[in-house]
T-cell receptor, first 111, second 114 residues
Framework: DQQVKQNSPSLSVQEGRISILNCDYT??????FLWYKKYPAEGPTFLIS?????DKNEDGRFTVFLNKSAKHLSLHIVPSQPGDSAVYFC??????????FGKGTTLSVSS | DTGVSQDPRHKITKRGQNVTFRCDPI?????LYWYRQTLGQGPEFLTY????????KSRLLSDRFSAERPKGSFSTLEIQRTEQGDSAMYLC????????????FGSGTQLSVL
């Protein structure tokens, strides 16, 4: 039973445009939601997070939106850059427990 | 380098052999996690430690798998009698106990079981 779902395996965007990555979850008890980025041959790196008590968190070009009623979150990257090309994982947890990851979305940003 | 370190980076073994991986977390992090990642999947939780105590194990962690963190610093993950289905990237991560959602991952150990 997948508690965190990323239904789009891949996304292609042109440089300078917006990238929107989506994630759905089933567990209403999750306290935190996070996005990780992974380059080939490296471990995932933390990108941005949001607490369940908020609906938006922004960090530079990256913004995460949380819609608790729809059990949906999204990551917006504006403007997209070729260096953003990577696999993006959505993850979630209840405080103190291990993170549960989605399957990932591969983002390709073309120049 | 003060990041999470994993050794070896790659391991090729024959089915039935035992393998052991090592993880050195960030020094001030007292939580340490093991995850496994296969192609096309996200990291799957295996187990985690707070200091030397193993607090949670996933059902994915069969009795052929054992993890230790004897002094609350580095950790080892051993797989006995390896099977081809064990082939995966084994990722270690660490965190502060106050920020358990923010994991710092190592580069992983890629295991291939022939």
């Amino acid at each position: 039973d997948q508690q965190v779902k990323q239904n789009s395996p891949s996304l292609s965007v042109q440089e300078g445009r917006i990238s929107i990555l989506n994630c759905d979850y089933t567990n209403s008890m999750f306290d935190y939601f996070l996005w990780y980025k992974k380059y080939p041959a490296e471990g995932p790196t933390f990108l941005i997070s949001i607490s369940s008590i908020k609906d938006k968190n922004e960090d530079g070009r990256f913004t995460v939106f949380l819609n608790k009623s729809a059990k949906h979150l999204s990551l917006h990257i504006v403007p997209s850059q070729p260096g953003d090309s990577a696999v993006y994982f959505c993850a979630a947890n209840q405080a103190g427990t291990a993170l549960i990851f989605g399957k990932g979305t591969t983002l390709s940003v073309s120049s | 380098d003060t990041g999470v370190s994993q050794d070896p980076r790659h391991k090729i073994t024959k089915r039935g052999q035992n393998v052991t991986f090592r993880c050195d977390p960030i020094s001030e992090h007292n939580r340490l996690y093991w995850y496994r990642q296969t192609l096309g999947q996200g990291p799957e939780f295996l187990t985690y430690f707070q200091n030397e105590a193993q607090l949670e194990k996933s059902r994915l962690l069969s009795d052929r798998f054992s993890a230790e963190r004897p002094k609350g610093s580095f950790s080892t993950l051993e797989i006995q009698r390896t099977e081809q289905g064990d082939s995966a990237m084994y990722l270690c991560a660490s965190s502060l106990p106050t920020e358990t959602e923010k994991l710092f991952f190592g580069s992983g150990t890629q295991l291939s079981v022939l």
